[in-house]
Structures are given as structure tokens and as C-alpha cells.
């Protein structure tokens, strides 16, 4: 079977299903799933050419990644279509949903998206979707948004503030679109710490004091407020703080239209273990100690937490400053795109996580969150043939040579995880295989509307 290759039939002893993971036959056509055989089953459609078998390998649906930085046009030297969507590829990512800033023009007119969408055509090895954005005096329709309660790190895409949630709410009321937030406020400090001498920038603390819990606990609070006064079903992204976990369990419970996601960085790094100058570490909001880690677990496994994604936020070496290490002007964002799932699994198998947990957590539900559920994020005759063939019980480690994304600066190099990914296919075309790519790609652009997948 080679790479690029439309397949007809997937076959394997460890199918993820919506109610269990077992043997079945999954057969395709048109780029579609058409029936799912399971228990012996076979059916006259049962085709006779193109048939992968893969044996007890694990086949689940792709993994959906919501939140990703593709930096193009204008950063691509960041981060490009070309080597993020073969990044995602390689790590069983069969759609990314493209955050509309650090590209410039950042995505918040139709114009800059149509922009956007020229500069992915004929680049993208996965499904592309895009994220439209939200900032002071641009309350203009575009699917789905996000905004910043804080500088978000790139000038041209300001922060809002509540004035300008009230008219961009007011704005979604009724549409059905989500509202994604970067919640985090700076605050007015009543008594700020007087320090002897200047805390040392390239210590971790330095940092990590600089972006405290009740930044992120105040701008939830007005998230909260906000979701409930206009009824807009509100996201939030990233979130580092457990404090926030109680705030956000109360106002789900009383009926807020509020979903929220972790990423792979806070449930799998410590703020213990970040080196002096480790600036490759640095995200915002940062990764906290592992108390809160531990929270974040507890969280995600009773369902507080609803998914969890990479928040792939790549820049040019130079600008992580590691040669001064200094974590206060070193640019905040990580890079882990294609190590998502092995990240994930690696820690989440040990506290008794299943498969299934994990196709609802990275694929299912930020399926749901961008309105493509009806064709992406779950194994179901009708929806797209995007799958992921991978083998949770084999251990690799993260090696330079095996990373495809722009910046290879990740503060993952040289871990080892299990889950290797061994195949990703989408839409029916095999796009990773085992190190290898098609000579076209295969990705086509959706636009994300949480009505529906255009
Ligand atoms: N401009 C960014 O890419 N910001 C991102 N940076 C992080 N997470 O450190 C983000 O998601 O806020
Ligand atoms: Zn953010
Ligand atoms: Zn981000």
C-alpha cells in the first residue's frame, strides 16, 4: 500500500467506536465512510481492492486539533501550511483549525480570510479549517472567532476589552457561532511586591509571577458574566489555572453555554522541571507547578475540562532567546503540533484513561466545538474517512529527524512516549505512512461555522 493511495477498506482487530473499541471492517468510498462492520459482519458493499489491514493496530478517528497557529501569510518563516500540515500528518491530526492571529494580516476581515485561505490552497496534507477573529471595532460576521481579555503577544491583533465583548456578543446573539477566549487581565495590584534587587528574568518563577492564577480566575469570571447575559456559547482556550476548575464546574451547573480546553503542555510539563533559560517552555498563560497539574488531571477525567488540544504556537528561533534565556521577552508559545496524541496518551494511560477517552477528548468534542462534527471527529457511516492508525503500547522518542514542523525547538525533544502513530488517512487518502508523505496533498479548507461545515 503506498502513500497518496484512496483506499476502499480499513481493516483492524482495535477499532475506536462511540461505544467500544473492537474488530471491524470500516469501508469506504467517495472519501467517505459508508458502513462499519463489526461482530463478522460483511455486506455486498464489501469491496475488493484497496484493502488495508492493520492487524491489532489501534484505528481511531483523526484527532481534530482546534487550536493551531499557522502563521502564513506574513510569518511563515514561523510557521507555513506546508510544514504544519505535515506536522499534524505525521501525528494522525487529519483537520487543524487555524487561529486567526500571528498571520499577517491576522484573519479578522472576510478580505484577510480570503487571503488566508489563497496562501493554504495546494499546501495543506490535512483538512483545514479557520478560526475568524474578534478585536476592538471589528464586530463584523466571520464564523466562529477569538479574542484576547490580554496583549496577545502580536500588536496587530489588540485585546478586547468588555465594551467590545458586549457588542461582539450582542452581535452572535442567536447565531449559534462560539466566542474562543484567551482568558487571561492584567490587574491592577493594590500593594505590588517590592522586590530588593530585579528578579532574575531567565528564572522560571520570574515568569511564572508575572502571569499569576487570579489573572486567568478574573477574566473567566467575566467570561462567565458575559455568557450568561447574552446566552453566547463561550470557549474557553488554554486553560493553565485549577483555581479556575470550581468557577467553571458552578457555572456549567447552573445552565452557561461554557465549554473549555487544556493543552498538552500543562497536563505534561511542570513548572518544577523548566530549567533556568528554558525559554522554549514558555506559553501564556504558563505552565504552572505540579499541584495544579495534578488538578488539571482530575478535571479533564470528571468532565470539567471538554477537550484538549496542542495550541501550536511556533516562532523563529531567535525569538525564544536562548542565549539570554530571558523568559520576559522570549516569545510565549510552544511547538508540539505532531506529538499531540503520544503526549497525551503517555500520561493519560497511566491514570486510566481509555481509547475511547481520548477520541472524545482530541477528536469528538473539538470536532463539536468547530460545527464539523456532522463530518469530522467520530468513527460513523457518512462522515469523513479521516482516521488515525496508531500503536498505543509502542514507545519512540521525540527526535529532531522525525519532527516536521517549522520550529523544531520543542520542549519535547528527546522524550519518549508512547503511541507512535503509524498511518493517517483523510478523507479516504493515506497522507503519513510511517515517515512518508504524498507527493500532493490532500487537505481541502473548511470554513468553520458552528452552524454548519461550509
Ligand atoms: N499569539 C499567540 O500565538 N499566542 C499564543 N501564545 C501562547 N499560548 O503562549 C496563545 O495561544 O495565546
Ligand atoms: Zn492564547
Ligand atoms: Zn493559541
Not at 44 to 56: M, S, Y
Not at 239 to 247: K, R, T, Y
Not at 266 to 285: D, M, N, Q, R, W
Not at 430 to 451: K, R
Request: hydrophobic letters at 40%.
Amino acid at each position: 500500500m503506498e502513500v497518496g493511495s484512496e483506499l476502499t477498506m480499513v481493516r483492524s482487530k482495535r477499532v475506536v467506536l462511540n461505544s467500544r473499541t473492537c474488530p471491524a471492517d470500516i469501508v469506504i468510498k467517495g472519501g467517505k465512510i459508508v458502513e462499519i462492520l463489526t461482530d463478522g459482519r460483511t455486506s455486498a458493499q464489501t469491496p475488493r481492492e484497496k484493502i488495508l489491514d492493520v492487524g491489532d493496530l489501534v484505528v481511531m478517528a483523526g484527532i481534530v486539533d482546534s487550536h493551531v497557529h499557522v502563521n502564513e501569510p506574513g510569518r511563515t518563516d514561523w510557521e507555513g501550511y506546508w510544514t504544519a500540515t505535515k506536522s499534524a500528518a505525521a501525528g494522525g491530526i487529519t483537520t487543524i483549525v487555524d487561529m486567526p492571529l500571528n498571520s499577517i494580516p491576522p484573519t479578522t476581515t472576510l478580505e484577510n480570510f480570503q487571503m488566508k485561505l489563497q496562501m493554504a490552497r495546494g499546501q495543506c496534507f490535512v483538512d483545514t479549517a479557520f478560526w475568524g477573529g474578534v478585536i476592538p471595532g471589528n464586530q463584523a460576521g466571520v464564523p466562529g472567532f477569538k479574542c484576547f481579555l490580554i496583549h496577545s503577544g502580536v500588536d496587530e491583533f489588540p485585546h478586547v476589552a468588555e465594551v467590545d465583548l458586549e457588542a461582539a456578543m450582542a452581535e452572535l446573539q442567536g447565531t449559534g457561532c462560539v466566542l474562543l477566549f484567551h482568558a487571561e487581565k492584567e490587574l491592577e495590584r493594590v500593594n505590588p511586591p517590592i522586590h530588593s534587587e530585579a528578579p532574575d528574568p531567565r528564572d522560571y518563577t520570574t515568569f511564572l509571577n508575572s502571569r499569576t492564577d487570579d489573572m486567568e480566575l478574573e477574566a473567566i469570571r467575566i467570561v462567565i458574566k458575559l455568557c450568561f447575559q447574552y446566552r453566547v456559547h463561550c470557549h474557553i482556550v488554554h486553560l493553565s489555572s485549577a483555581e479556575a476548575v470550581p468557577i467553571i464546574q458552578e457555572a456549567r451547573k447552573a445552565g452557561a453555554p461554557l465549554t473549555v480546553e487544556t493543552t498538552h503542555h500543562y497536563l505534561s510539563l511542570a513548572a518544577e522541571e523548566i530549567p533556568t533559560g528554558a525559554t522554549h517552555y514558555k506559553c501564556c498563560p504558563p505552565i504552572r507547578g505540579r499541584c495544579n497539574q495534578e488538578k488539571l488531571w482530575s478535571a479533564l477525567k470528571a468532565g470539567i475540562i471538554d477537550m484538549v488540544v496542542s495550541d501550536h504556537s511556533p516562532c523563529t528561533a531567535d525569538l525564544k532567546r536562548l542565549e539570554t534565556g530571558d523568559f520576559m521577552t522570549a516569545w510565549g508559545g510552544i511547538s508540539s503540533l505532531q506529538f499531540g496524541l503520544p503526549l497525551f496518551w503517555t500520561a493519560a494511560r497511566q491514570r486510566g484513561f481509555t481509547l475511547h477517552d481520548t477520541m472524545n477528548l482530541m477528536c469528538k468534542n473539538t470536532a463539536k466545538l468547530c460545527g464539523i462534527e456532522d463530518r469530522k471527529g467520530s468513527l460513523a457511516p457518512g462522515k469523513d474517512a479521516d482516521l488515525v492508525v496508531w500503536n498505543p503500547d509502542k514507545e519512540f522518542e521525540v527526535k529532531e529527524s522525525i519532527i516536521y514542523h517549522k520550529n523544531k525547538l520543542t520542549p519535547y525533544l528527546g522524550r519518549r512516549l508512547y503511541g507512535e502513530v503509524f498511518i493517517t488517512i483523510v478523507r479516504g487518502n493515506i497522507v503519513y505512512l510511517q515517515g512518508q508523505f504524498p507527493t500532493l496533498p490532500s487537505g481541502e479548507h473548511i470554513l468553520v461555522n458552528a452552524n454548519s461545515a461550509t
